[in-house]
Each structure stands twice: as C-alpha cells, then as structure tokens.
Nanobody
Framework: QVQLVESGGGLVQPGGSLMLSCVASGFTFSNSVMKWYRQALGKERELVAD????????NYAESVKGRFTISRDNAKNTVYLQMNSLKPEDTAVYYCNAVTWYIDDYGRSRRFEYWGQGTQVTVAS
C-alpha cells in the first residue's frame, strides 16, 4: 500500500520558519522524483519545489526561491521542505507528491504518481 504522510505544518508568524516532512512507503522511493505542491484557498494547486531521485537537482517556484529548500534522505524514505522567511501568501495546504517509473512485463516504462493527504501551513500574526 502506497503512503505519503506529511507532517510539520502549523501556524507561524511572518518571517518564521517551518520544516515539512513527508515519509513514503509502498514504492521505490529512491527511484522517484519528489515534489512539494501547495494549494491556497480558492486557488489552483501549484508546484513549489521538486528534487530528482538522487537529490542532485532541484527546482523551485519563483515565489519561494531563496527562502525554501527541498531535500531528501533516501535511507529514510523521506523528503523535506525547509521554509524560511515565511510570508502570509505562503499560507496553503502543502502536498507531497511522488512520480516513479516501473518497467512492466513487456519492457515498457510505466509512470505512477502518488499524493499525500496534505498539511496546513498558516502564516499570520
């Protein structure tokens, strides 16, 4: 059974920090690209950051560059999102996402995508 379990959300004042964690199980984490998305109330879900399977490459939304850092520990099947200098506009539900590939019995690459349940981050004074 595939699971992505996020934690670390909460209420923080502007300028504060939070670290989100996402523990994965049920699939080959070390072969997966991991991503963090967020969805604010009344808005579409947006990609915040992603990291390649070995952690060698990361990408960030322009709105979080220089403030957020995505990282992963393949030994712990965990991906992190360190969020610094938080702003009220960072308020959203943050979702962990995994994209992984398997080779089927016919030698074809099959893509699978999984989502966590989300964790609320609220930045307010």
């Amino acid at each position: 059974q595939v699971q992505l379990v996020e934690s670390g959300g909460g209420l923080v004042q502007p300028g504060g920090s939070l670290m989100l964690s996402c523990v994965a199980s049920g699939f080959t984490f070390s072969n997966s690209v991991m991503k963090w998305y967020r969805q604010a109330l009344g808005k579409e879900r947006e990609l915040v950051a992603d990291i390649t399977s070995a952690g060698g490459s990361t990408n960030y939304a322009e709105s979080v560059k220089g403030r957020f850092t995505i990282s992963r520990d393949n030994a712990k099947n965990t991906v992190y999102l360190q969020m610094n200098s938080l702003k009220p506009e960072d308020t959203a539900v943050y979702y962990c996402n995994a994209v992984t590939w398997y080779i089927d019995d016919y030698g074809r690459s099959r893509r699978f995508e999984y989502w966590g349940q989300g964790t609320q981050v609220t930045v307010a004074s």
